[in-house]
């Protein structure tokens, strides 16, 4: 019976599986370059802000409070305010999509202000686009609020300051998504690369016959599987590397957890997707299906369910089950807590657990798929 | 002396998608050290399958196989190779592999390099190897260690004649180690020179035991007939006729000037009028196909072709081709006549299949001149493709459809009026016996049954330039002369028929051939001017191939 593991087998395999790591650049593209253009495209492109919003303006009033409150919007770097001259070119601009919203100053505006029982501003969102609907007519009430507070600063006997206004304004100072979707990205982007990395290693060995030749010699199936699986985990940790090392500087991140928890965060899922990619292919022998299989099963469900978008607390039960057997949604979520509140051990380890289980449940399905012979 | 391998009473089936394939059905037999064993049979015989569960890379459900001590060689198809890795590269992975230590491994490489002649090749990769030294290269992995039973499959697929005839010269230097070997083929000619043949047809054992005495059993059976020199070539499809129709035969061919007669036991000698026949020494191919139950069919005689121009029905002039750098097609020029079958005869990357390309008009030439049928390949190349047929190698077919319908297919593609493919494909159905396959999915079908399939659909609106490439390589020698029957056929009746293959024995039904090498024609002619001139040994158009290749690699040294 020969050992399970022999050093100059395995170091024999790996130098080999380097050279063809080498020798094509494919691999090397996709673990450290692709990830990089994904976090670039979308980290700009998928942004939940809305910025420089056109507003139609009608300023039906002659009251000086209204060229004061046209003069704050201006100031607001989310609203652009567009002076219409009566309501219904304002509407027409509305239906046109020129403008997304209307803000009315009435002929009475003067006086509802100084009454303070009713609004005294009127102000009409476009709501084809439901989430830029409620950030516009937030920007707004945040820019009135504001106003506001600093007229009332100026004369202090007017009316009273609306309390819950500043909400969101309070959750997200600077009114910047990014920070919290880029670590959620940096998973999402990982889970795809790493399940890729090892989707066509193991088929190409059965496309190319060269599998055939491999089964004839002493190889064991253990220095197969780390013979596949060591030199892509360290390509997947470089791209991981790279990619985290781009989020830093090009979109001003910064980790508050330790780089340890971190490493070993990552190493964890590193597994978890290489294993998917690694089961994909053993399965199917065949490069095409399983890339495919690789994409599917990482991509979708990293998009939408593993709260790297969509908040898991939103979802409807079901729903919320099917998550926990999403790798990603604990990468993403140890991503968001390492970068935005530090190593928070209680948020951490469960994660990891689950991570690490993962992990030894596809590879260990893995090594069994592994046979050694053509059946 | 090392034992050798036997088996008994081996049975594998799989169960494909077209239904339960028998590939074994109780293969008995024994692989003897130091002699090499042909495993002979048609694709789809189970040879694969076989090789396999020897190697112990597939479960036989049942049977028994008696490996020896020591270590088994496989060579897969593919070689096994890495493309990727350099030659050393590739070798020092399996040694690694194998465990040799430091000092074992400088020996033994040293030892292959000696043996292979790769020596100097060392750092080219493996992808960038001709055929013939990427086999080499497959052979110095499995002999890293040295086995007891090397088991090749099907080891001189797509490798020019020069280095198979090397390949042999190696397997046989090793056999006389006393290293069991066997070499499975689909070519018959090639299964001669084995000490033993294991003749497979479909998963049975046909013949196990030296190959002549199976053809000393037909001794007195198979008869040659010299065709006199200045016959030209549509009296040679007439005498081929009239000789299959002689009673007591099982099978005529055209065999280059010669037809020959394979006749059923106890027959008289076959005679026709004004010529001579004279006894010939029955091949592995003439016992073979007289083993087998069913008997070549006498294709039905064909309606004559239009002929759609006055000139040469194809004509190149310098006709060349170039992917960068690199020159595939070098003003290559010859003519094809009117019912005329020629042949491109060439190793693999020589450049036959880019010449072919270019005339089916599937590839832009970067000069000269090219005309198929009267059209000008260079200005009206969708022109021509409605004159001509095209039959692929492992003749591609949709395998969910039924017979009927891939011709109905076929009537489409090459643009048949809908009354038009109705009568034609009635037609072909009864020309090429398929009634009783019509309405089956052709996956399912054996491989002689979809070969004709193919061809019928290839000439569905009856092409003036029916293109084949590779037609007959791996299948069985019934299938193979009813195919070439059927192409005789039609070209007397006026189809011209252009033929690529590396393969020598679809060489000798051609009437002209173009051996192409390195992107030229170094020699062309009929195969008896061919063996005449180039052939000193007397051995067949495999010498004159060999022999007219190295004198060219001697003229035109490669840098």
């Given at each position: 019976m020969t050992r399970a593991v022999d050093p100059q087998r395995l170091r024999g395999f790996l130098r080999k599986e380097w050279i063809q790591i080498r020798r094509d650049p494919s691999s090397i593209i996709v673990a450290v370059i692709l990830p990089m253009i994904m976090l670039f495209l979308f980290g700009f492109g998928v942004s939940l802000d809305a910025r420089n919003q056109p507003a139609a303006v009608v300023i039906e009033?002659?009251?000086p409070e209204a060229q004061d409150f046209l003069a704050s919007l201006r100031a607001n770097k989310y609203i652009i305010p567009r002076l219409a001259p009566d309501r219904p070119t304002a509407t027409e601009w509305l239906r046109s999509r020129k403008v997304m919203a209307i803000i009315v100053l009435g002929d009475d505006f003067g006086e509802r202000l100084h009454r303070?029982?009713?609004?005294?501003i009127q102000v009409l969102v476009n709501g084809t686009d439901a989430n830029t609907a409620r950030l516009v007519s937030g920007y707004i009430q945040g820019v009135w609020a504001t106003w506001l507070v600093d007229r009332e600063n100026v004369s202090p006997c007017s009316a009273p300051t609306p309390?819950?206004?500043?909400f969101r304004v309070w959750f997200n100072e600077d009114l910047d998504s990014r920070r919290s979707i880029i670590p959620g990205l940096i998973a999402v982007i990982m889970t795809l690369i790493g399940a890729l990395l090892t989707a066509m290693v193991v088929a190409r060995e059965w496309e190319r016959g060269t599998m055939e030749a491999l089964l004839t010699?002493?190889?064991t199936r253990t220095e197969l599987l780390l013979g596949k699986l060591i030199p892509y985990f360290c390509l997947g940790m470089a791209g991981m590397t790279v990619t985290v090392l781009f989020a830093l500087t090009v979109f001003g991140l910064s980790i508050k957890g330790s780089i340890l928890a971190l490493v070993l965060a990552s190493s964890l899922f590193m597994l978890v997707v290489l294993g998917i990619g690694l089961m994909a292919s053993t399965i199917t022998r065949n490069q095409f299906t399983a890339s495919i299989i690789a994409l599917t099963a990482t991509m979708l469900p990293g998009m939408l369910?593993?709260?790297?978008?969509?908040?898991?607390?939103?979802?409807?039960k079901v729903i919320q089950t099917i998550?926990?057997?999403?790798?990603a949604r604990y990468f993403v979520d140890l991503l968001k807590t390492l970068f935005m509140?530090?190593?928070?051990w209680a948020a951490i380890l469960p994660n990891m657990l689950a991570l690490a289980v993962v992990a030894a449940l596809f590879i260990g399905i893995t090594a069994r798929k592994t046979t050694r012979n053509l059946e | 002396m090392a034992d050798g391998l036997r088996f008994s009473d081996l049975r594998k089936t799989f169960t494909a998608e077209s239904g339960v394939v028998k590939?074994?059905?109780?293969v008995s037999g024994s692989i003897e050290p130091g002699r090499i064993t042909g495993l002979v049979g048609?694709?789809?015989?189970g040879k694969t399958t076989l090789i396999r569960v020897l190697a112990d890379l597939l479960k036989a459900e049942s049977g028994n196989v008696d490996r020896p001590r020591g270590h088994i060689g496989y060579m897969p198809q593919k070689f096994?190779?890495?493309?990727?890795?350099?030659v050393s590269e590739n070798l020092a992975l399996y040694a690694d592999l194998h465990g040799l230590n430091r000092n074992e491994r400088e020996q033994t490489f040293k030892r292959l390099h000696q043996f292979t002649g790769l020596a100097p090749f060392g750092d080219r990769l493996a992808g960038k190897l001709s055929g013939g030294m990427k086999q080499k290269l497959g052979l110095a992995c499995t002999l890293v260690v040295a086995p007891a039973v090397l088991l090749l499959d099907e080891?001189?697929?797509?490798?020019?004649p020069v280095s198979r005839r090397e390949l042999w010269s190696m397997v046989r230097s090793l056999q006389d180690t006393g290293i069991a070997v066997l070499w499975s083929t689909a070519y018959l000619d090639e299964a001669?020179?084995?000490?033993?043949v294991i003749l497979l047809h479909e998963g049975h054992v046909l013949f196990d035991g030296a190959p002549a005495d199976l053809t000393k059993k037909f001794a007195g059976r198979t008869w040659r007939i010299p065709i006199p020199a200045d016959n030209d070539a549509q009296r040679k499809r007439e005498l081929q006729r009239a000789g299959s129709q002689?009673?007591?035969?099982i099978d005529a061919q055209i065999q280059g000037r010669a037809l020959r007669l394979v006749m059923s036991p106890d027959a008289p000698a076959p005679q026709l009028p004004n010529l001579k026949a004279e006894p010939a020494t029955p091949r592995l191919e003439d016992a073979y196909l007289a083993m087998l139950d069913t008997r070549p069919r006498t294709p039905p005689p064909v309606e004559p072709i239009e002929n759609?121009?006055?000139?040469?029905m194809i004509e190149t002039r310098n006709l060349t081709r170039r992917f960068g750098e690199f020159t595939?097609?070098?003003?290559i020029s010859f003519n094809v006549e009117r019912g005329e079958i020629f042949g491109l005869l060439?190793?693999?990357?020589?450049?036959k299949s880019t010449t072919f390309k270019m005339l089916c008009g599937l590839l832009p030439a970067s000069s000269g001149e090219a005309r198929v049928a009267g059209v000008d390949l260079r200005t009206e190349r969708d022109d021509a493709r409605g004159k001509l047929g095209y039959m692929a190698q492992k003749f591609a077919y949709l395998?969910?459809?039924t017979v009927a319908q891939n011709m109905r297919f076929a009537a489409g593609v090459y643009g048949l009026s809908t009354s038009e493919a109705k009568t034609r494909i009635e037609a072909a159905i009864a020309d090429y016996g398929l009634e009783q396959f019509a309405?089956?999915?052709?996956?399912?079908?054996?491989l002689g049954i979809k070969q004709r399939m193919a061809l019928a659909c290839a000439v569905i609106h009856r092409p003036a330039v029916l293109f084949l490439d590779?037609?007959?390589?791996?299948?069985d020698p019934v299938t193979r002369h009813e195919f070439w029957a059927r192409i005789n056929a039609m070209a007397g009746a006026g189809m011209t028929i252009m033929v690529t293959s590396h393969f020598i024995d679809e060489a000798e039904y051609c009437d002209r051939l173009a051996i192409i090498y390195r992107g030229r024609v170094i020699g062309m002619g009929s195969p008896e001017e061919i063996k005449a001139k180039h052939d000193k040994t007397g051995e067949g158009l495999e010498a004159a191939f060999i022999s007219l290749i190295e004198s060219y690699d001697l003229e035109h040294p490669q840098q």
């Open positions: 009033t002659s009251a303070a029982d009713s609004a005294p309390i819950n206004v500043q010699t002493p190889l369910l593993s709260g790297f978008i969509f908040d898991i607390r939103s979802m409807n998550t926990y057997i999403v790798p509140a530090g190593d928070i | 590939a074994l059905d109780g048609p694709d789809a015989a096994g190779l890495y493309e990727d890795l350099t080891p001189s697929v797509g490798v020019d001669e020179r084995c000490d033993h002689l009673p007591g035969v759609p121009t006055f000139g040469h595939a097609v070098d003003h060439g190793p693999n990357g020589a450049g395998g969910h459809l309405n089956e999915p052709c996956g399912l079908l054996p590779e037609p007959t390589s791996g299948v």
